[in-house]
């Protein structure tokens, strides 16, 4: 963490920052008066810490063993992290804790969105760290939090039963259960759902397979904030089996930041109503709980991480947990969304990945800032996860703001009891561009005390007015919290800001009860010994542990525990025996039992159950097994064809791992067994793979058509394209590795020209025309990509690649070039050059892509007659071609040049076939009705009419390796 940002994190926990110079507001501007009437004997009831986030921590290299990291979250006081979180749950593997490849290819097969996450992939396996659920239940208890945890589709329901069967093995605090993130965006590329009532059907299994875990688990289904008809459908569905309902709403966009802010104030003046008639009265049970775990201004528009942003988000979380059916809300990500790193380091960890090797991240110096959402929520939260208490609260008078038809007051407020600490507060949001003086009256009179105000303001643009869109990307402090004491009634409330003010009652009120803690650790460490870790409870002076060998009997106390201590050894315990624990939480007016009341066995945990060991890609292996109670952390080991087992590798307390650096072609035995302080348990049975480098992906986009009365359907669907090669050049020899030098010198393996990143490149010749390619003449429809790097361009410099290369007389090849100040696609067809299309620089910029041609990738894309030209994961332009149908791959260069990350991707069922499964459930009872299938096409004449059928398939290459996963699963309508 940077030094600055520790000091900003430490004011803003102790309020003492003093005021900034230059966030005062212009002295022409004009002032309004405004007053709020707060009504004490109107109260309404809140879930307690109701406010949270979303994780998303797979999008980096970020660890939550990191102090820094720990820190930083601790201090916005979040009541609960979601987790993974986001688009990130349909290919976060979370067994291992890693993103999954397999996963990636069904949820991202051939988009943008694939090439960065094929990005993630690397950078994260180029840490030592993995992101695991183990660590992460150990972080929300440092960051006193609980968790919403999305299911991932792609999952079999028997891992989704191991994941609550883990939850409830290590004590996860689990508000809800969201079933698959956002699946309306999935009826199509891919289809990983025919229609709403296909991904109801879907869902149920995993429902029921948490419920059969954890009966008292809350799943809740997506309803669509876009779409009365997908919210329709679910209040038709005929069966529901759901506990409540989740929605993210995303808006505030605009042609212009005006537009934006208008369309803001239009959502925010109608998010109750919304709220109402598009969720509510769409549920089947109109008292059912809702969840909203993203809410924010549309993602990458004018006010994203803007002033308003954070306007935005306080004014609408306000406004929606006065609504009964509300029980939590979240705004957007916790890692690059509101805290983002100074510094990613992904230079670093591709780097590492290239080279083989693994860093820890935890030494990474990633310099958190807050974004300015952040620290104006972050004003707003402190009293709203404080309280379980709303008051009636009433503004009139000040300005108005603008809404896209109409206008709305300016000022936005909301009283709150305060739980603990004899405190109250007020949060003020003032959306306009104008001072207010307001009046505070309590029960009708204006208060005569002072107040403590914690208040975030707009900073002046440069012409001296407060500026809505103001951010903290290049000066990290320009928007920052601020603190006054002794503020008399009534209060300046500044432009475009979110305004706390706390005050003392007199007489004293007493504290509510405590928060109930809710342990999240207990385990058998040591002989006698059982270690509890609990969240930390607001409102609690001291903790007692109560504990027994019956849950109705927990006679053995201790007692006076520091309310700064959430850990503790319970010593003297007899072995073989199982405890039961309590933790109370012990306030001023009263005494709180801890939410659950697990127990410990004194003894050697069972033996796990193991599920499989199966083929990550080259030259690795995944495992994974079902978690047992009492396990400390797993041991896992394997022996290598008929050899005898190794020595086992400690992989702590997880559900799955991944063994790197096997032998393609050997066959691989595995075992696992659990161990706490008492010792290992027998291991468990075994179960082998063989790691391959050409295991195919499955197919993906599989769709079905035909009549539900009908005997037949028809299958279609695409073949997963896979790395068929994927160049670093870090073996330090490039030119026996298959590449051919076509045209001019051969290219060379030297240092990257950049000494600091201490990795190979491959280097092109100085002059001439120097083509190198590689691969198959029969290769057809694929595409490749390169990071191209150059120091310096000659006056007609071009670089880039080539595709469908037949002979050095016909080929297709997409080049940047320094005279055009261009990125050209062009045909060489019998000696004979035909430009196809090209975009200058200029061009792109105006569509907001700015390539920085000394370091950018070009990638060419290849189907049929289609080629895309796209530059760092930007597509740019498609143009259609039908002169050459089927070549090599290579670089082009007529100067120096560095080629680095050098990519063929190519369907590797290519020449090969699929196997077809069918089954009358979504979830289970497949089994395989036809294999040696050629083409993408299947028709299946073997059906029963009216009855309802669900397909998926596998891929087999032509070597005869079959894909581990399956392609997407579709129904029969």
């Excluded at 430490?10 to 309004?32: D, E, M, N, R």
């Excluded at 009532?197 to 009966?215: C, E, F, G, R």
């Amino acid at each position: 963490m940077g030094k600055m940002f520790k000091v900003l994190a430490a004011a803003l926990l102790l309020g003492t920052l003093a005021p900034v110079a230059g966030l005062s507001t212009p002295a022409s501007a004009a002032t309004y008066n405004a007053t709020i009437d707060i009504d004490t004997s109107s109260q309404t009831t809140i879930p307690y810490a109701i406010r949270g986030i979303n994780d998303e921590m797979q999008k980096g290299i970020v660890e939550f063993t990191d102090q820094n990291v720990i820190d930083t979250t601790k201090s916005l006081d979040l009541g609960w992290i979601r987790w993974p979180g986001g688009t990130n749950t349909n290919f976060f593997n979370w067994k291992t804790g890693l993103i999954d490849t397999e996963y990636m290819a069904q949820v991202y097969p051939k988009t943008d969105q694939y090439y960065q996450y094929m990005d993630f992939y690397k950078e994260q396996r180029a840490t030592q760290i993995p992101e695991r659920l183990s660590d992460f239940n150990d972080f929300l208890q440092k960051v006193g939090a609980k968790t919403v945890i999305p299911i991932n589709v792609l999952d079999t329901v028997d891992k989704v039963s191991d994941l609550a069967k883990f939850v409830k093995d290590n004590n996860i605090p689990v508000l809800y259960w969201e079933l698959t993130n956002e699946p309306y965006h999935y009826t199509s590329n891919p289809p990983l759902y025919a229609d709403v009532n296909d991904y109801l059907d879907k869902m149920k299994p995993y429902s029921d397979a948490i419920k059969s875990v954890l009966p008292n688990a809350k799943t809740m289904i997506s309803y669509y904030a876009a779409d009365a008809n997908w919210n329709n459908a679910i209040y038709n569905y005929p069966n529901p089996y759901w506990d409540g309902a989740n929605f993210h709403r995303y808006d505030g966009g605009g042609s212009s930041v005006t537009a934006a802010i208008k369309d803001a104030n239009s959502v925010m003046d109608g998010s109750s109503s919304f709220i109402d008639n598009n969720i509510i009265a769409k549920m089947p049970d109109p008292n059912a709980p809702i969840f909203i775990g993203e809410y924010g201004v549309a993602l990458g528009d004018k006010l994203g991480e803007s002033v308003y942003h954070g306007i935005f988000n306080s004014e609408s979380i306000l406004r929606a947990v006065k609504n009964d059916n509300v029980k939590a809300m979240g705004g957007f990500r916790l890692f690059n969304g509101y805290l983002n790193p100074d510094n990613r380091h992904t230079t670093e960890a591709m780097d590492n990945f290239q080279r083989g090797i693994q860093a820890d991240a935890t030494q990474y110096n990633f310099g958190f800032y807050e974004v300015v959402p952040a620290i104006y929520t972050g004003v707003m939260e402190k009293a709203l996860n404080n309280t379980s208490t709303l008051w009636g609260t009433t503004v009139t008078g000040g300005t108005t703001v603008d809404k896209t038809t109409g206008t709305m007051p300016a000022i936005y407020a909301q009283a709150m009891r305060g739980s603990y600490g004899n405190k109250n507060y007020l949060v003020i949001v003032n959306k306009s561009d104008s001072t207010h003086n307001i009046t505070v009256n309590i029960n009708g009179s204006a208060y005569g005390g002072t107040f403590t105000k914690v208040y975030v303001n707009a900073p002046n643009d440069g012409s001296g007015n407060p500026d809505p869109v103001a951010r903290n990307k290049t000066n990290h402090n320009l928007v920052q919290e601020q603190t006054a004491t002794g503020v008399a009634n009534p209060v300046s409330v500044g432009p475009y800001s979110v305004t706390r003010l706390e005050w003392t009652p007199s007489p004293a009120q007493a504290d509510l009860a405590p928060q109930a803690p809710w342990i999240s650790y207990a385990n058998a460490t040591a002989s006698g010994t059982a270690t509890l870790k609990w969240l930390p409870a607001d409102g609690a002076n001291t903790y007692t542990i109560k504990y027994g060998t019956s849950p109705t009997s927990l006679t053995n106390t201790i007692t006076s525990i520091p309310n700064t201590t959430t850990t503790k050894d319970v010593t003297g315990l007899t072995a073989g025996s199982t405890y039961y624990f309590d933790v109370q939480a012990v306030g001023s007016t009263a005494t709180t039992d801890s939410e659950n009341t697990p127990s410990v066995k004194l003894a050697i945990p069972g033996v796990p159950l193991m599920r499989s060991a199966y083929v990550e890609r080259d030259q690795a292996s995944i495992v994974e097994w079902q978690s047992v109670p009492g396990a400390q952390a797993y041991k896992v080991r394997y022996k290598q064809d008929s050899g005898s087992y190794g020595t086992p590798i400690d992989v702590g307390n997880v559900a799955g791992t991944l063994i790197n650096g096997l032998t393609d072609g050997s066959t691989y035995t595995f075992e696992v067994a659990a161990y706490n302080g008492y010792g290992t348990s027998a291991w468990s049975s075994e179960d082998a793979s063989h790691p391959n480098d050409d295991l195919p992906f499955a197919p993906n986009e599989l769709t079905v058509t035909g009549a539900l009365n009908s005997t037949s359907a028809t299958l279609n669907w695409d073949p997963s394209y896979n790395e068929h090669f994927l160049g670093y050049f870090e073996d330090g020899d490039g030119t026996s590795s298959g590449w051919t030098a076509s045209s001019g010198s051969a290219y060379t393996v030297v240092a990257h020209p950049d000494a600091s990143r201490n990795t190979k490149v491959f280097k092109s010749a100085s002059s001439g025309t120097n083509v190198s390619v590689r691969g198959l003449s029969s290769f057809a429809d694929y595409e490749v990509e390169a990071n191209i790097r150059v120091t310096s361009y000659d006056s007609d410099g071009r670089v880039g690649i080539v595709g469908r290369f037949q002979d050095i007389d016909n080929y297709y090849y997409l080049t940047y070039g320094k005279a055009t100040d261009s990125i050209r696609l062009a045909k060489y067809v019998n000696g004979a050059t035909t430009l196809l299309q090209s975009r200058t620089l200029a061009d792109l910029a105006n569509d907001g892509i700015t390539p920085d041609v000394n370091d950018m990738d070009l990638r060419l894309l290849m189907k049929g007659s289609s080629l895309e030209v796209m530059v760092n994961d930007n597509s740019i332009f498609t143009v259609t071609d039908s002169s050459i149908a089927n070549g090599k791959y290579g670089l082009w260069s007529n100067q120096t040049a560095y080629f680095d990350k050098v990519i063929m991707r190519i369907s590797e069922t290519r020449d090969g076939t699929y196997k077809i499964y069918r089954s009358t459930q979504p979830d289970t009872g497949y089994t395989m009705i036809a294999s040696g299938v050629t083409g993408t096409s299947y028709t299946d004449n073997t059906l029963t009419s009216g009855v309802k059928y669900y397909f998926k398939l596998k891929g087999v290459d032509a070597l005869g390796n079959t894909s581990v996963g399956f392609s997407n699963i579709a129904p029969r309508k």
